[in-house]
């Protein structure tokens, strides 16, 4: 074994000692498999490969049986939780695929030659000679062109290539909106306002039947929200659908807790933002925005399936445990006059995950909702 | 006169002088492309066998699979975030409102003849595309086959990894169900935390307010054509330079720096690969077939205010999503704005540097090593402990984020504490790849040292032998010489020893200031090594041995009494018990 030195790197790192303890004894002698010299071993191998090949035929023809057979929709739970067609459908292409893939290796091991045989490398690099005409014909080439000489053309066209890029960005600018922008389309959108208005219900999220505050149990949680999302001509919200209510909901999404009113630790201004222990906070987490749902009843915590941010909603929401590193918005609420939940206020922050232009205001700083 | 197209008889001259029909076919294409030339070498061109070389052929057939079962998966899912009501065969969510992609995802799940085999095939080989990409790099860097002058190829790979894994991101966000909807929900708190332009990122993403309705079909055309696109010029790229770098060998007999001994291409290795090919693909067809994947129906369209328990991403996805599970919840408010570091650092810096690293790593090795040189013979893992610890570290980094990642479900089905678990984790992936650096490289060097043995004092042969002081010893007996060939076939260690800082004129050298800390970490690299014996160590060790083994030889199948040998003296003269 040598060592390949080339260029200007040779000599430079020359191994400590060249000489090798164990001369290479070369290749070892080719030995003949029984397919090699016995015709029976061979006609076997042939036999075998070409069974292999069969079998895949015939696997290739019951998949189009299976295909024309086996019903999908209804039965798609007959085997294995899967439909009989899935199940016939793979297991025949699996087996024509593999017994083709095996019988082509057998075919190869068996009875291709096996002889060993031996390529020398070239280096990666070109010839010294090859490397010595490329660079003239580089330099002849570059020297032609006058773009050394000629300072002016070069810069200037590397400046109109490098303003290409301008062109390439400010196309991509009508993906979208600028958060600016959404915010100002409408009185619910942007980062900072979501759909809740002072006096509007909380309502059931999945079939928006307002919440009577008497009807709540201690350790009760709902799932809640604002009314608007379910206008109906008795509410007269107006008509919201399709982006417009995906939006509104993944920013208005709340749950509502009733605790003993002892064990609610108002905020600093937030006295009377709960109903005799009830408590309503944003569901959407404020550590990437997931929707936080795991409530234990016994210690008030809210845990996020994503990625377990804790937050206590008995002390404002504020983080017990995790990543997350705000607490939860709280959704000031009051009782209307026929004993329904409604919101104060829309939320004093933003809700979901924290960005760049987020003027963070702790608890206390925010200042009572604007009742 | 040309007498050669002239027959010479009347018999069969014609026809035998005929090229075969291969032959014919390759003169009408020589005649117009001139491959000739090119297939002269290449048809039969060498490819060394080892069972670890196969790994990113795995990799490359299961992405031919990939294009194949998304091609079919196209013609029937719709890109769409437009509210229908679904009304197919599964009957659990018939009436239901969701998007086009969900419904046409159902669609093609229950009302497309071989569909779902499709949709769970493509789901797989995107599985196994992944894992054997991570497997093949480990191969091809445990072995140092990323070494001069293929450090160009392990960055495409490098590269490939980093698009397979947004491929399979993108490609499972958009069934639009619940799970990949809340992962596209987090993706956008993640954009979000970027400092100063994260809201204008996510809001020309998702084409305003999250979740719009353009996220979808924009996800479509980065998953079916820009990083497919992608992925297959570099593919060809990392596959042209294969071909002529040649494929890397493992030292043995007759194996050399300057040749490479194995199959031709055609046929042997032609049919190994293309029979591979139909098993990558057949093993694919019974996975789809057998093993459920990513069964939407059961999970339900995507609502921003519901979500699953046990919320999580593909498992490559799994590691960045451990560092943002195990990071303390760290905000910094300044001047009415914010830096989230708590998702920052873990989901957008950590990934990015650890890539770097990863691409970076070849040429890390060889500026601290000063190995300038070509490589094609390949190193076992325990010749080079530094490099392997390293990548040991790495790994042992990667598979604690990746347990951060399922702490919820280590803590329900080990019934631990999660908050445990997350503290523990938040230590441990500091100094577990510590530890496991310090453990893998005296590993590696222990069984550089058994390697030693094994070539000096020969193979442990199992034959117990007494000596005649009653003290038992194990028979030795030299290896093979081919194996003993293989283990001396590696080089020998060179520190590399810095200039002067300054040259003969006392200009400073670039980079000589960075050469005192050059000179430590290759004097670390190669601490504690064990050298290859020299040819005069072994021919000493040889002799030691043969003189042992004249020592041992009258004991052999006969019991002595002993006190006439002391060990080491001659024995001529002395008579054993029995033969008197």
Redesign the interface.
């Known amino acids: 074994?040598?060592?390949?030195?080339?260029g200007e790197?040779a000599g430079?790192?020359l191994?400590?000692?060249t000489?090798?303890?164990?001369?290479?004894?070369?290749?070892?002698e080719h030995t003949w498999r029984p397919t090699d010299v016995d015709d029976d071993a061979a006609r076997r191998a042939e036999r075998q490969v070409a069974t292999m090949f069969g079998l895949a035929s015939v696997f290739a023809v019951l998949f189009v049986v299976a295909?024309f057979s086996?019903d999908?929709?209804?039965s798609?739970e007959t085997v294995?939780?899967?439909?009989a067609?899935?199940?016939?459908?793979?297991?025949t292409?699996?087996?024509?695929?593999?017994?083709?893939?095996?019988?082509?290796?057998q075919?190869?091991?068996k009875l291709?030659?096996?002889h060993?045989?031996?390529?020398?490398?070239h280096?990666?690099?070109s010839s010294d000679e090859d490397r010595a005409a490329t660079l003239a014909a580089l330099d002849a080439g570059l020297e032609e062109s006058g773009i050394a000489r000629r300072p002016l053309v070069r810069n200037s066209l590397i400046a109109s290539i490098t303003l290409l890029l301008a062109p390439a960005v400010v196309l991509?600018r009508d993906?979208?909106?600028?958060?600016s922008q959404?915010a100002a389309s409408g009185p619910d959108?942007?980062?900072e306002n979501t759909i809740w208005k002072p006096d509007m219900r909380v309502v059931r999220?999945v079939i928006g039947t307002p919440i009577r505050a008497a009807d709540l149990e201690v350790g009760d949680l709902v799932?809640a929200?604002p009314e608007a999302i379910f206008p109906t001509e008795e509410n007269g919200y107006p008509e919201i659908?399709?982006?417009e209510l995906?939006?509104a909901?993944?920013?208005a999404?709340v749950v509502v807790v009733r605790m003993d009113p002892d064990d609610v630790i108002p905020g600093e201004g937030r006295d009377n933002w709960s109903v005799d222990g009830i408590v309503c906070y944003s569901?959407i987490c404020t550590?990437?925005?997931?929707?936080?749902?795991?409530y234990e009843r016994t210690t008030h915590h809210l845990l996020c399936?994503?990625?377990?941010?804790t937050f206590d909603l008995a002390d404002s929401g504020r983080?017990v445990?995790?990543?997350?590193?705000?607490h939860l918005p709280q959704l000031p609420l009051a009782v209307d006059a026929e004993g329904f939940l409604v919101a104060q206020s829309d939320f004093t922050e933003p809700v979901?995950?924290?960005?760049?232009?987020?003027?963070?205001k702790d608890i206390g700083e925010q200042g009572e909702a604007e009742l | 006169m040309d007498t050669s197209k002239v027959a010479t008889s009347n018999s069969s001259a014609a026809t035998a002088k005929k090229p075969g029909k291969a032959g014919v076919v390759a003169n009408w294409a020589d005649e117009r492309l001139g491959l000739g030339t090119a297939m002269k070498k290449n048809l039969?061109?060498?490819f060394p066998d080892h069972w670890s070389f196969m790994l990113g052929e795995i990799a490359l057939w299961s992405f031919v699979v990939l294009l194949l079962t998304g091609v079919f998966l196209t013609f029937w899912y719709r890109p769409s975030?437009?509210?229908v009501t679904y009304m197919g065969?599964?009957?659990q969510l018939r009436g239901l409102h969701m998007s086009e992609a969900m419904a046409s995802t159902l669609n093609i799940?229950?009302?497309?003849?071989?569909?779902?085999?499709m949709r769970?095939?493509h789901h797989w080989a995107a599985n196994i595309f992944i894992a054997s990409m991570m497997i093949h790099l480990l191969r091809v860097y445990f072995t140092g086959a990323f070494r001069k002058?293929r450090e160009l190829n392990w960055v495409i790979g490098s590269l490939l990894l980093l698009l397979g894994t947004l491929e399979g991101f993108t490609g499972y966000s958009l069934p639009d169900d619940l799970l990949s909807g809340?992962g596209i929900?987090?993706a956008?708190?993640?954009m979000?935390?970027?400092?100063?332009?994260?809201?204008?990122m996510?809001?020309?993403?998702?084409?305003?307010?999250?979740?719009?309705?353009?996220i979808i079909p924009r996800l479509y055309t980065i998953h079916v054509l820009l990083i497919p696109g992608l992925l297959l010029g570099l593919i060809a790229a990392h596959m042209l330079l294969l071909v002529?770098?040649?494929h890397t060998q493992w030292?043995g007999?007759?194996r050399?720096?300057?040749?490479?001994?194995?199959?031709?291409m055609l046929?042997?290795y032609a049919?190994?690969a293309?029979?591979?090919?139909?098993?990558?693909?057949?093993?694919?067809?019974?996975m789809?077939?057998?093993l459920?994947i990513n069964p939407v129906w059961k999970l339900g369209p995507y609502?921003?205010?519901?979500?699953?328990?046990?919320?999580q991403p593909d498992w490559y996805m799994g590691w960045p999503?451990g560092a943002?599970?195990?990071?303390?919840?760290?905000?910094t408010?300044l001047f009415?704005?914010?830096?989230?570091?708590?998702?920052f650092l873990?989901v957008i810096v950590l990934p990015g540097l650890m890539f770097t690293i990863l691409l970076m790593l070849p040429f890390i090795e060889s500026w601290i090593t000063?190995?300038?040189?070509?490589h094609?013979?390949l190193e076992r893992p325990r010749n080079a402990p530094t490099r392997t610890a390293i990548m040991v570290a790495l790994m042992t980094f990667y598979g604690l984020m990746w347990a951060a990642g399922g702490?919820?479900i280590i803590a329900i089905k080990l019934n631990l504490s999660?908050?445990q678990i997350?503290y523990f984790l938040r230590v441990a992936v500091f100094l577990g790849p510590v530890i496991a650096f310090m453990i893998t490289k005296r590993w590696c060097i222990s069984l550089q040292r058994h390697d030693q043995e094994k070539?000096l004092h020969g193979y442990e042969t199992g034959v117990i032998m007494r000596s005649p002081e009653g003290g038992y010893s194990e028979r030795h007996l030299p290896i093979a010489?081919?194996s003993?060939?293989t283990l001396?076939?590696r080089?020998?260690d060179?520190m590399w020893t810095p200039e002067a800082e300054t040259d003969e004129n006392g200009v400073r050298r670039p980079g000589g200031r960075l050469s005192g800390l050059r000179a430590r970490l290759n004097k670390a690299w190669y601490a504690d090594n064990v050298q290859?014996?020299?040819?005069a160590?072994?021919e000493e060790a040889h002799h030691h041995a043969e003189h042992e083994h004249e020592l041992q030889a009258p004991l052999e199948g006969h019991s002595a009494d002993g006190h006439q040998f002391d060990g080491h003296h001659a024995v001529e003269g002395e008579t054993l018990r029995g033969s008197h």
């Not at chain 1, 399936?305 to 941010?309: A, I, L, N, T, Y």
């Not at chain 1, 979901?352 to 963070?360: A, I, L, N, T, V």
């Not at chain 2, 943002?324 to 905000?331: K, Q, Y």
């Open positions: 074994m040598t060592d390949i030195q080339h790197q430079k790192h191994p400590a000692t000489e090798e303890p164990i001369a290479n004894p070369g290749l070892p295909y086996f999908v929709g209804d798609w294995l939780g899967l439909g067609s899935n199940i016939a459908l793979g297991t292409l699996g087996m024509a695929l593999l017994l083709i893939g095996v019988g082509i290796i075919w190869a091991r291709m030659a096996d060993e045989m031996v390529e020398m490398r280096p990666a690099r991509f993906l979208g909106p600028t958060p959404a959108a942007g980062l999220d799932n929200e659908e399709g982006v995906y939006v909901k993944s920013k999404a569901k550590h990437v925005g997931c929707p936080i749902s795991l399936p994503c990625h377990q941010s983080v445990f995790g990543p997350a590193g705000r979901g995950p924290s960005y760049w232009e987020r003027d963070h | 039969r061109k060498v975030m437009a509210e065969s599964y009957d799940s229950f009302d497309v003849r071989g569909g779902l085999l769970q095939m002058p809340t929900r987090a956008d708190g993640f979000k935390s970027i400092p100063v332009v994260g809201t204008y996510s809001f020309f993403l998702f084409g305003g307010e999250f979740p719009g309705d353009s002529y770098h040649k030292p007999p007759g050399t720096e300057e040749n490479v001994v194995g199959f031709p046929p042997v049919a190994k293309g029979g591979f090919f139909f098993i990558v693909f057949g093993v694919t067809a019974m789809g077939a057998l459920n609502d921003p205010t519901k979500v699953t328990a046990g919320s999503d943002l599970r195990i990071m303390p919840g760290w905000e408010h009415g704005y914010t830096i989230a570091w708590n998702v873990p000063g190995d300038k040189r070509d094609h013979l702490n919820d999660i908050n997350t070539l010489p081919a003993a060939y001396t076939a080089d020998r060179e290859k014996p020299t040819a160590e072994l």
